[in-house]
């Protein structure tokens, strides 16, 4: 819809990546414990990520990896009954996480918006999409209904609404799904945030609908220069949008870098395992037929019951090392194999005991690796 | 009818009846969910059929095993009228058309242990004899799909998304059946555990001869799993043919946007990659453009799609069919940019 959408993908080059400027925000140590009638689960365990402006940075996992767990806990969103959150995450200057409520509540707006997976039960059905729009801008400035109104009537074209100004007294349920991804995005983007936290923004929506919803965040992104971490599940979707990709499991990341490293010189055994599971279109027969998919045993642990030691090593194809079941293997930068240190030159860090040469299908090759780790950062 | 088609769709149409807006519009509104899909789905292949959410994919799946009633056409199984068949007939279809079903939590009864479930279709169509015959078959059904015999007596909410689909195929497995329908079966399941079913699904397909309708928006899965693909669009098959070829190379402009909506997972390819984005939602289903349905995101429409309702004609060097103007109204290809489309050959 709209005016851009016919742009190419991926024609902005992916060089706002933090070139010399400040972060927007500077996640450190994140530590999320949920207390649950299983006892104790340990959810998220050490997370220590930056997004630069303008930057795009996807967060990828599995249902329970912690992956959504980790942004709902940064903008204060989990019960503080049941969760203990600890560490520390900047965002341009301040730390959320010991921030007073009051204070929070303001920063929300400006500072970071939120798009949740389902835009059916992320607006209220019973106000109309105007004054959900209103009440979002109004909070956080000290502007007139009329002004707001037509602040949101701009928003609204702004994301590709046909008809912004009649959407404004419509209610959710007379949008279709896109649509409403569309005024979900448009609250989120209505104060000008450093910084987007899309959640599965995409996952309920059809594919033709999907390339909208992600061109149009592309293109606000180049125009405002706000930081996005994207969370999703969807591999094909990080290797469209992302600038770096950090992979979750077990509430831990087990490895992050470029987007290229990561999904093209994947060094953990669980990334080769999610892109080897994945059906995949560019890889078509050989010889008429379609090799069987790669699979991964098993499945996650449960937060409340971690393994010691690495937290894949239970589902590790490649386990061998005696430190596997022991001691929890340090994320660290990749050295010593040509083909794992990317041309770019940026880190690209894994956490596991286990790493070789990958194979040029992606898949690990067989045998027990070597140890390619050294060093530290 | 050639003997190698096991199922046989001719002008079938699923039409609902939709009540107006408010108290003056009296209920004359139509949805057509399935409108004239032919389909012929050969004994032994897995055809796989696509769709955006409200195509109709589903419900041309549930019509097929007549779980919903069709309002014309007709769909005939092995030779028997599925639209038709009652009492015996209708018994003995169920037994040889088996369904997986989408949601691995809701399409098992919780309160039931595995064995129950799975053994239920043995006792209604009296497949074994006794309890032992019956406990020694649920056996080997789960240890066919991957499970291991031991857990027959649990219950449902014991075991992961991936095992639970595991019991409904196995369940969709007991009655022998020739044929099944797999609406969405792995949409809720994680990667790692979609690539097991996927791969389980494969292996029972030429274990046992399996004839499948594999239904999915996935592009990707389906065009793992599938011999052929059937492209689905507001209640009509505008595409089908081998899956190599549809995968590949598209004759039908929808299919086309639809393949390159896919976001694969290569980045430096992404980055190369040219996406047709199409014009704004898919027409509602109770209000199907004239002419040619799909020519209101068309970003080839030229004149005749205004007026004539396309039919499916051969497209392409590699067999596949599409319903679509630009091949020739009389099968002469037409010279294709898009926008300003001339219909001179």
């Keep these: ?377 | 009818m050639s003997s190698d088609v096991l199922v046989s769709v001719r002008g079938l149409e699923v039409h609902f009846p939709v009540r107006g807006e408010g108290i003056r519009k009296k209920g004359a509104g139509v949805l057509r969910a399935v409108d004239g899909v032919d389909l012929d789905i050969l004994r032994g292949e897995t055809l796989g059929l696509v769709g955006e959410s409200g195509c109709g994919k589903s419900t041309l799946g549930n019509a097929v095993l007549r779980l919903i009633p069709s309002t014309g056409g007709s769909v005939h199984f092995a030779g028997t009228d599925v639209t038709s068949v009652g009492g015996k007939g209708l018994r003995e279809l169920r037994r040889r058309a088996g369904m997986v079903f989408q949601d691995p939590f809701a399409s098992l009864d919780p309160r039931r242990t595995v064995a129950q479930t799975v053994s239920e279709p043995l006792e209604v169509h009296g497949l074994r004899s006794g309890r032992r015959e019956r406990a020694a078959r649920v056996g080997e059904l789960l240890e066919l799909v991957g499970l291991d015999p031991a857990v027959a007596g649990r219950y449902p909410h014991e075991f992961s998304g991936g095992q639970r689909q595991r019991v409904g195929i196995a369940r969709a497995l007991a009655g022998e059946p020739d044929f099944l329908v797999c609406d969405e079966a792995i949409a809720s399941l994680d990667v790692s555990v979609q690539a097991q079913v996927l791969n389980l699904l494969r292996r029972l397909q030429k274990q046992l001869g399996l004839t499948l309708l594999f239904i999915s928006h996935d592009l990707s899965a389906v065009r793992h799993i599938s011999d052929r693909i059937a492209v689905m669009y507001l209640g009509r098959i505008v595409e089908i043919g081998p899956a190599s070829a549809v995968g590949s190379d598209p004759q039908m402009p929808y299919t086309q946007a639809l393949l390159s909506a896919v976001p694969l997972p290569h980045p430096a390819l992404e980055r190369e990659r040219k996406r047709i984005v199409l014009r704004g939602d898919v027409p509602s289903p109770s209000a199907v453009p004239s002419g040619c349905r799909f020519r209101t995101r068309c970003p080839y429409v030229f004149e005749p799609c205004d007026d004539v309702d396309p039919a499916l004609q051969p497209a392409g060097a590699a067999g596949q069919q599409a319903a679509c103007h630009l091949h020739g109204v009389v099968g002469t290809p037409v010279e294709r940019t898009p926008e300003g489309v001339t219909a001179e050959p």
């Excluded at chain 1, 045993?297 to 239970?314: K, N, Q, R, S």
């Design chain 1, 1 to 377: 819809m709209g005016a851009r959408s016919g742009a190419p993908r991926g024609s902005e080059p992916a060089s706002a990546v933090t070139a010399g400027t400040a972060p927007v925000l500077e996640v450190e140590d994140l530590r999320v414990r949920l207390r649950t009638p299983r006892g104790p689960a340990d959810v998220v365990n050490g997370l220590s990520y930056t997004v630069g402006p303008g930057e795009t940075v996807a967060v990828v996992g599995e249902s329970g990896s912690g992956k959504s767990v980790s942004v709902l806990a940064l903008l204060g969103l989990l019960p503080a009954r049941v969760a203990t959150v600890t560490g520390r995450a900047v965002l341009q200057g301040e730390d959320l996480l010991t921030m007073k409520p009051e204070r929070l509540r303001q920063v929300r707006g400006p500072g970071a918006g939120m798009v949740f997976q389902d835009p059916m039960t992320s607006l209220n059905p019973v106000l109309t999409v105007g004054r959900q729009l209103v009440e979002g801008i109004r909070a956080h400035g000290d502007v007139s209904k009329e002004a707001a109104r037509s602040r949101a009537a701009d928003l609204l074209g702004e994301v590709g609404l046909p008809d912004p100004k009649g959407a404004l007294d419509r209610y959710p349920h007379e949008l279709s799904g896109g649509m409403r991804q569309r005024v979900v995005i448009a609250i989120a983007l209505s104060n000008s945030p450093a910084l987007l936290i899309a959640d599965e923004a995409t996952t309920a929506l059809d594919v033709t609908v999907q390339a909208q919803i992600i061109d149009l965040i592309e293109n606000l992104q180049a125009d405002r220069g706000t930081g996005v971490i994207w969370i999703t599940h969807d591999l094909g979707v990080v290797a469209g949008i992302a600038d770096r990709v950090l992979v979750m499991y077990g509430g831990r990341c087990v490895e992050d870098g470029t987007v290229d490293d990561v999904l093209e010189r994947p060094a953990h055994p669980y990334t080769r395992g999610l892109l080897g599971a994945l059906p995949d279109l560019a890889r078509p027969a050989v010889d008429g037929v379609v090799p069987d998919l790669a699979t991964v045993p098993g499945t996650p642990p449960a937060p409340t019951d971690l393994p010691e030691g690495c937290v894949f090593w239970p589902r590790c194809p490649v386990r061998g090392d005696a430190r596997c079941e022991h001691e929890q293997p340090p994320l660290v930068q990749i050295q010593g194999l040509d083909r794992h240190f990317g041309p770019s030159g940026l880190p690209h860090r894994a956490a596991t005991w286990c790493t070789e040469p990958t194979s040029d299908t992606g898949l690990p090759a067989s045998g027990t690796g070597s140890t390619a780790l050294g060093g530290d950062r």
